[in-house]
């Protein structure tokens, strides 16, 4: 079994190192590339002020976020979630990741490593060289809809990685497609089951000239067939 958590992360700006700090955290499950409807979603207070560079980003304000828990409030439910051995996969990851195991770090907890990481961007670049493969581009190029996506939201723009995710590995087979009557908000991924009727297989009927004709070939062009055996006429 494959366990897959396709994440992203929005943060107050782009250096945890100098002060920056989570805001949100998105994931989805996957088991053997199949979505699970497993998803884990929640905002954070950074407990600071939100840059207006970032705010235009992802549109959330220290005023909305204040009120939710700190991430070390939340770090062992999200580490939880993501598990000792799942496969992480990130659109840039190592932005991502980073800013997960500083904040992990300061707080105890253990670092994901680079050896469970995969990095779809760096996926992209390889498919497609010379071609923007930001999220929004490889959504387009693989009919994805993300008319949702006016701003960065982590859980939307993991939901829409894991559908891109499964194009750049191979493409998604029809009883894979996602549920897309459910808002990017719930547990969207479901897997539809399609069913398809029996059919008989078609029988054909042979007159005693088809039949002579296909013998006649046989003795003279076939001679020993270990698989040729007398066909007899239709009742």
Known sequence: MVREIVFDTETTGFDAEKGDRLVEIGAVELINHMPTGKVYHQYINPQREVPEDAFRVHGLSYEFLKDFPTFDQVVDEWLEFVGDDSILVAHNASFDINFCNYEQKCLNKIEFKWDRVIDTLEIARNMFPGSRVNLDALCK????????????????????????????????????MFDEKKSASSSVFVAEKIDRKFREARQF???????????????????????????????
């Open 141 to 176: 190029r693989f009919g994805i809809d993300n008319s949702n996506r006016t701003k960065h939201g982590a859980l939307l723009d993991a939901e829409l990685l894991a559908e891109v995710y499964l194009q750049l590995i191979g493409g998604q087979e029809p009883s894979m």
């Open 205 to 235: 009927s042979l007159s005693e000239e088809e039949i002579q004709k296909h013998k006649d070939f046989l003795e003279s062009k076939l001679k020993g067939a270990l698989w040729y055996a007398e066909t007899k006429p239709a009742e």
